[in-house]
């Protein structure tokens, strides 16, 4: 990226590369060490994190209502219907692993590229990835008319002698994402090991430094455990990459299996994983830009970062615009087939047309304006569109499920959908869940990798003999 | 474990990464084997210094993957084509591409957890109890911005003034002795 | 600066890890036993009755025939609890004023049915035919077990799905002849207790229970222990009788074949009663609707 | 109780005022004085759903119920299942025990009675219109189905959905179960005894000022009954009312043959069929219905082969509101009700007989149809028929009097005999009467039987206010309804299934009617009522029906009782049918009333398809089961067309107010295609107060507007829009193609979108006689119409290689009459979840009658097709459930274990014909007493968050392969029939193995009209259709411009 146009005298500029600085300079171990973990070990807690954590406590308690009015009453209390017989569990379940998926990608994607400045970034990704993942898997449980034999999905030896079928993709959602929560939470913790050895050693408390102690292990960073939690870490990342892909892939199984028009089709699994990507570095986005203002961690989760993860979406946007463009081709041309066509006609002009356009504008038009440096180089603007392509990725899969549905093969058991308050009530309970536990996070755990920065410090640069002798003589 | 009295070694500390492993290699070239480094972030050359160069981490994780791999398709075979076969939607018993997926997920479950485990435990992890903890400066650095250099007693050239002295030649902040 | 944990933390440490993981184990193997034990399935529990109504004393004592009381068990899905009045036709003359039978009068007096706690109970869900099972040649014993020799009924088996598809996906085992329906001591075809069978040239409409003709007592005393003998000499006897529990006369100019293991009876019954194959008896819709 | 009573009546006569206003108020009143249970979920959910004004309103906010939520007592109980639910989902599910169950044997067991097996007892259903001999199926001694007796003469085996539904009318549990004296609980002895008394005052003055106001009585013994009554006592008077009566076939026949005749149509014989708004394909409430149908049905098979037109008749109709009749026409022709008279004039004229009417002039369609009938009548004649609507006026039926006499027809395709009502009357003139006589106060003792004059009288006549000025009111019948309420005594009348009676069919065959159940609330059946009068009061019904057949069901040698049990036996008395009176009678055509204005607006009153003039209100099924044509279920509307919609500048959903000679209705309004032009027609039988939980404020009173001079049509009316909307639950989206010719639509605007996608979609197949003969396979030529190979799939097929069950439905049989819905109701346990739920498209039935309308709507075409589960060889459902809750059974059923289901939805989502059902809540009724009785005891009832959908009936085929396997035998073709199959009154539903080549099924799959819904996507599905052939007059067609498009 050129440097012309940034002022030379800019801190935030490399003097070399004249590129952005992924830490701002002058920090020693000592600071970034301090800064970090200052945030966790205070003792007097900011009210703003009060604020918000009571407020996000009580969205999620609106959740908790919502789950046992449905237990009471049943799924009915949904809009869901036949023909739409998936509804907003079904959109919400999807939306949430989607935005999971930024998490694990930042973490080991870019891990495996050796993109340094993802290292500010990629502990609290995993956090949203893990609470994501949380979100998500409940829908598939609480969708289903009988909770309580939910059971019934894993494949165990029943006294009735029957198992799970495995040909359905619900079953491959079940090992999908069971795999993807335990993976993530597993690369998360081995990723903070290192880190709660630090506050262990820096709190004073005693039963921070009990608690502290306990989940640090007794991590005493020697190096030989460094080489062997390097090694792990790295096959971790290689394992988690196939797995994330895999799991939306999966996800998008659920619907191209079937073989409802508008569901079936082969190009799926890319453009979910796509979608994917694309909101959740969004959701990274939404959540980065008030931590960095709130926590002042503006040196570590700089304008770098931002820069780059705005790259990412438009790059993950442009792959989801493809996506479409190629679902119209296909059907109005390319397919020649009449059930295709009629849902694509349908799907733009039919009584739900509306949603479909929402989602052209949120997720292909108005991210158009990542093109310009300058936009994504603005937090407050590049905030405000990661709202913009969240909101527009939900109605992706509104489109997906209920515009696909509500008009399919049978013209005389064409309905309707109408989303009643419980639905709303539970998706937006689970993004008071979501934040909930994210304040937890931010209070307790070192948000931000201190091993991993530090290791991105000028000073962690082995220099040779000489320097040295001179050092060692003075 | 056993209580062990005495010394467990002597630890140097360095401000810099740099010193550390000038200290490590010259141990190493004075032939100490007993020893190992502590640092607050990764430094391969200091494990390059003390002759740590590979681990088994990658042969557990691979293990793990192929016994997922197996466990997973063949349960499903068995479900579907011996212990209650049923004619689901025309389609064979042994449907083995709609297979492929649990099998798949399960490679990466079990390759993973065996990856993390399999790492603590060659690290011999947990261990919240350990001698170096008794050291005064240790746990003020070792975690945050201090670089450790450990001759153990147990090593066969170690000799308490000896070593002291060698290891006080690479101008360390500090060099204390620690008690088991 | 001190240590946090003491030396033995690290035992504790590792201890605990350990531990989880056998604990996760052993819920697994517990809740896999719960679901099968007599808790759940009431497998062998004596429900107490309003009368301590015993088989023993009327089937093994008094020699009633099980049809006596469960009369429509051959007829249709239920094999039939008697009224009130099938316990008068006796108890009108004899133990006229025992205690026990009390509740019974008191039933025959007022006309309120005697409540009996139902022991052999299947969810609603399953539909569960007498009928078809009694008529294919599966004994009142394969199921209910040696109720003759039960004081106070109780579920000799656990009736859950798993048991139900033992037989089901290996019909032949507990197949014996419908003669034999009600012997309660049947023990199968053996060495020690061969069966003779012979089937009348099948044609289909035979009902089943006319198929074939089988006896526990050599046809043929003569011919010892000849696999096949050809039979001139015995005199007709005809299909309802041969189903009359071991009748030892069968039918005329019939080949008889020896069998001394179950195996092979099980074959040989499954062959000529028409048996549905494995595939059949455990698809769904056999049991629910 | 009087004086309440009044109020309640001026409460009402307010609330009519005031139409479907907030009738909260009264409703609670009524249900207060409801004897029966409360506080049942299901009829506690129905009726909060059941379109009552509040509830309407709160349609706009999601969730109407839920404020009532937390006090009733589901909740409550939802909190321990939630218990339950959440100890389950602590894993403990599996080991939770189910609790102790109870045995109650019986004391003394009834000879015959083998537990778990049915028993079938022929009796027959008394409909107005005729007795439907029906077969009802009893377990253990509860009637759970009921079913049109196969071994009648008329109905073979056919039924309609009214006849199935009475089952669930008599398990009702809102059916009043004490007789009620002012209010409080009287007995019968007093009432006897009081009425007894009063005879005797009577007697010396002939029984001066004792009336008998009864429902139209079908009874012989009854009638004979009341002739010895009328002896004993000459003064007192028995009037016969209706608000659905004969008169105008009576008054016809009166005139033409001096005395009250029926006229039977024998359409076996007949080749041209011409309706004059004759409604002989929807129900039960055209006389003869089971017969015609079945007649007409056969005639359109299409199995004599080959040669020439197959033997395949041709339908005619004129009528004004769109009926299924009109429907499944070869050519229709829409007409004002008013209309109609000079239509038929007319076409007389045309024919030879009588003149051409005056003033009357036709459309340019109307014309040519005019034309082209009477062209091929004339053609035909003698075998021909001209079939004139119950519903329309004497002149019409005089005129197709004369048609048919002209023609020839008479005596071959028509036939006149006595009436199958023992006592034909005109009953409109008689209400008159009796009503002036009541506000004369002639009349002391009123003894109301079976009718609900102060609901369902003509609003002019005022009828609850002239019954309050009698001294004694008795009132009999099976609920305490709007006249109960009113009346000083209320007697609860018996169900036709729980008393002895008889009644006479189509034909004249009589039934006897046998009880098979005893009373469930001890009621009395009007038998007893009239006994009473005579000197020997105490005589049985059973005595008094065997006395009137003695000499038809006599001894034979020694057997006493032969006759008498061969009669109960096989459901009728052999040869009691009719002789046919000799001639067509002298019908003369009256000149009809002008021509009305071409702006004038018209209501025409019809009884509803299914709840028929409200007596059926309080029967789940038959509000719930969308009526046919209009697919509207729960309620009743102002029916309209569109052109019509457009002149008022009313929109669908509007509630309008109705207004006729004074009188005032608020109805909402909803468009019907094919509706004649200026005309609105209004169902009767809905806006009922004290129907019960379920029918009680459900639609409106459109007797409120209705005037004893023009009970049938008025013209006249004026409309007026009040700004209010009113959501309807319509089954089936209904739009309109606005689509241009260039995204595949027709770019007229003017017809229905489903129809144009159902046709481009192979869904619908069908040819015209002479393409057919062209094309014999055009139902498998063209796009989308082919059927892939076995090869096509990447797996190999699944050999079924004992059974394969299979269904074959002939689309050109199918009349969509629902009668297959109704019944499926009752086999499958099927639960009804109120209107609100069906609004959401919840509805529950397993098999549902698709209306596809074809061509501009105005003057659409339309093609039933009944759809249910298609039991697809790769069945999309089953590949996706992840607990295999749904799989395929060796002999190719769907099967849906519900026990297993978890509820993913999954299943449905992926079913291409969308036929499979959830329960969304708890619909089932796990409650109510009577209704655990009504249940078939074969099928599980299905709990909340459970999937469900057709299966076939496998609890018959199981039931059968049991009966086979004990023999050692096949199962014979026809040995299985599924429910549906045995309800359709045309035979348009076969089920059958189609392995087996000569079994009735694969004999009609091989038919090259034979195709598979949705085949093209490799389903293979086992229902197949039998494509449609049309047998259209080629000369009528070209002139009015009709199938140009389809000859392809």
Redesign the interface.
Known sequence: MATKDAPVNDPMLDPVTGEQRVIAPGH???SV?EKISRIVLTPHTPLGWFAGFTLAGGVATMLLVAV?WL???????W????????GFAIINFVWWIGIGHAGTLISAILLLFKQGWRNSINRFAEAMTIFAVVCAGMFPLI???????????F??????????????????D???V??YA??SV??WY?GMI?DL??L???SKSKIA??MY??L?????????????????SL??AG??T??VL?VHT?IS??FA????PGWHTTIFPPYFVAGAIYSGFAMVITLAIPIRKFYHLEDMITIRHIDNMGKVMLATGLIVAYGYATEVFMSYWYSAS??E??MM?NRM?GPMGWSYWVLVTCNIALPQLLWIRKFRANPALIFLMSLIINTGMWFERFVIVVTS?YR?????????Y?????DYATFVGTLGLFTFLFFLFIRFLPMIP???I??MLP??K??P?A??SH??GD | MPEREGTYGLLAEFDTPSQLVRAAENAYAAGYRRMDCYTPYPVEEAAEAIGFHKNEVSLVCLIGGMLGVTAMFSLETWISVWSYPLNIAGRPYFSWPAFVVPAYEWTILFAGLSAAFGMLALNGLPQVYHPLFNAPNFRNGATSDKFFLCVEANDPKFEPAETRSFLEGFAPVSVVEVEY | MAQIFDRSSNALARASLVLTGLIVIALGVTLDQLQRSPWVTRQGQRADQPVPFSHKHHVEGLGLQCQYCHVSVEKSSYAGIPPTRTCMNCHSQIWTNANLLEPVRQSWATGESIVWTKVHDLPDFVYFSHEIHVNKGLGCSTCHGRVDEMPIMYEQNTLQMEWCLNCHRNPKVNLRPTSEIYNMAWKGASEMTPVWCSASDVKSGTPTAESVNCTTTDPNPGAGSSEQASLHLIPVVNAQTTDAPSSAQPAQTTSYTKFTSQEALGDFLVQHYNIRSPRDLSSCEVCHR | MRDRGLEMGSAESQDMAKGNGSARLTLAEVRAKLAGQTGKKYWRSIDELAGTPEFEAALSQEFPQHSSEWIDPVSRRGFMKMMGASMALAGLAGCTKQPDEMIYPYVKAPEDLVLGKPVYFATAFPFPTGAIPVLVKSDAYRPIKVDGNPEHPITKGGSDPITQGTLLDLYDPDRSQHILHRGENGTWPVFQASFRSALADKKATGGEGLYFLSSTVTSPTLAAQWKKAQAAYPKAKLVQYDPVNRDSAYAASKAAFGDYADAQYKLDAADVIVTLDADFLSGAAQPGFHKLAKDYATRRKLESAGSGDYGMNRLYAVESMTTTTGLKADHRQALRASDIAGFAAALAAAVGVGSAPSGYTWSDDAQKFLTSVAKDLKANGGKSVVIPGEQQSVGVHLAAMAINDALGNVGKTVVYTETVNPLPSIQGDDLKSLVADLNAGKVEWLVILNANPVYSAPADLQFGDAMGKVKTVVHLGLHNDETGLLANWHINGTHYLEAWSDARAYDGTASVIQPMIDPLYAGHSAHEIVQSLLDNPDVSAYDAVRDTWKDKTGAKGTDADFGWRKALHDGFIADTAFAPKGGGGKASIPAPAAQAPADSLEIIFRPDPNVYDGRYANVGWLQEVPRPVTNLSWDNAALMSYATLEKLGVAEHDVIEVTLNGKKVLAPVLAVPGHADGSITLHLGHGRQAAGRVGSGVGFNAYQIRSSDSPLFATGATVKKTGDVWGFAVTKSHYQDHRSVAVGGDGSGTHSLEGNEAIDRGIIRYATLEEFKKHPQFAHEGEGKDVPEPTTSMFPSYRYDHNAWGMSIDMNSCVGCNACVVSCYAENNIAVVGKHQVTMGRIMQWIRVDTYYEGDLAAPRAHFQPMACQHCENAPCEQVCPVGATVHTPEGLNTMVYNRCVGTRYCSNNCPYKVRRFNFLLYSDYETESLKLMRNPDVSVRSRGVMEKCSYCVQRITATKIAADKENRLIRDGEIVTACQQACPTDAIVFGNINDGDSRVSKLKRQERSYGVLEDINTRPRTTYVAEVLNINTELAAARGEFAAENS
């Open positions: 020693t171990f000592k060490t046992v237990f009471l009453r049943g799924t009915g209390i809009a869901i219907t036949i023909p739409v017989a998936w969708h289903v008319g009988r909770p309580w034999l939910g059971y019934w999905l494949p165990y030896p029943s006294s009735m002698n029957v198992w799970p079928q495995f040909r359905s993709p619900l079953l491959w079940v090992f999908a069971s795999t335990t993976i597993v690369f081995i290192p050895g630090t262990r050693d820096r430094q009990f102690g306990w640090a292990l007794g991590w005493r960073g020697s190096v030989r455990h460094w080489v062997r939690y390097e090694t792990a096959l971790l394992l988690a196939p797995l895999s999966v199984f659920d299996v079937a073989l409802v009449h059930w066509y009629f006609w002009f549905l399919d093969y049978l013209p005389s058991s064409w309905g309707t109408r989303a009643t308050r419980w201190m091993s991993e530090r290791m000073q962690a082995i220099r003999e320097e040295l050092e060692a």
